[in-house]
């Protein structure tokens, strides 16, 4: 039986990807990097593919390689820059770098492969810079890209960087020999604020797994990650005794306390004590004392708590929903920093539609 472990809505998370593709307008290049923000990078892609995208997008040559092996056939484009010792590695798995520098675009340029120009249009993180692009023309010349695009720092806000990073990226594609068939730009948050796309492609990420990150979004994701937990002890506590480490929570009456086996080394991380809310059902319960490694307590004094029960401790229990953005506030977490936090040990649980069941 399992104690502890993230389920996976795979049909949630293709739906949040066909609202993505229907507002953009415009075919997904959906990005799976980082095991698809920890929920598991060939379930995802699998999922995806009903739904045609482009390609998928992953942070490293391991990544890509590990979709190559799970039968992933489309474009994969590796964003994170790669060392020209690594060329090799990607010829062989069929993968498609994002390249920004001179030096590694003429060596990558001898396998006669496609790759894509990243544009640092304010970024200042990797690619080649906006106003450095007539200065390569002659190279760019010689090896054309397949594609081109840049990256938004602030896509989730209401300031005018949108619109300085998307006039340098005008100003670099016209400074291109030509135009290459594929432009895109827009990540999640992107789409989120303004559609449809300009641009040929998008590529969402967090969304897709179930994290709106603008404030009145005229999207809403489904929750994709739910964190299940099945009670291994209870006890009553008296008054004024206390909970966990460092006796940071006080009983101020008899309480019930219930511990699941979930613990900051699962990744429910230690910023959630004594703040945490999670669901039994249907009821929101909160998280008293610090979270331990290993385990996390909570009050359940008022529910009908019992040993081997399930504690959702994110995503959908019922009528109510946790979600990432909500338990990830409560921790002073990014929602991207909370998923891709969680850790192996809880093993992922992938659901369909049809509610098959494959545990990854
Ligand atoms: C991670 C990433 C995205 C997706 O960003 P979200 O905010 O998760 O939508 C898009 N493009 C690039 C280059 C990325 O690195």
New binding site residues.
Partial sequence: MTRAWVEVDLAALRRNGAAVAARAGVPLLP?V?ADAYGLGALHAALALEELAPWGF?VGTATEGEELRRGGITRPIVV?TPILRTEIDALRRADLTPALGDAAVIESWARTGRDWHLQIDTGMSRAGMRWDHVAEHRALLERTRPAGV?T?FHS?DLEDDSRDVQEARFDEALAALPERPALVHAE???AVEGRAPSRWSLC?????LYGVA?RANSPLVPEPVASIRARIVELRTVNKGETVSYGGTWRAPDARRIATVPVGYADGYRRSLGNRGIALLAGQRIHVVGRVTMDMTMLDVTDTDAALGDVITLLGRDGEDVVTVSELAGLGELSP?ELLTGLHQRLPRVHRDSDDAEAAA
């Fill in positions: 990005m990097k997008g964003f695009f990256h896509a990540n999640g948050p590529r969402p990420g967090v969304f990150t991207y």
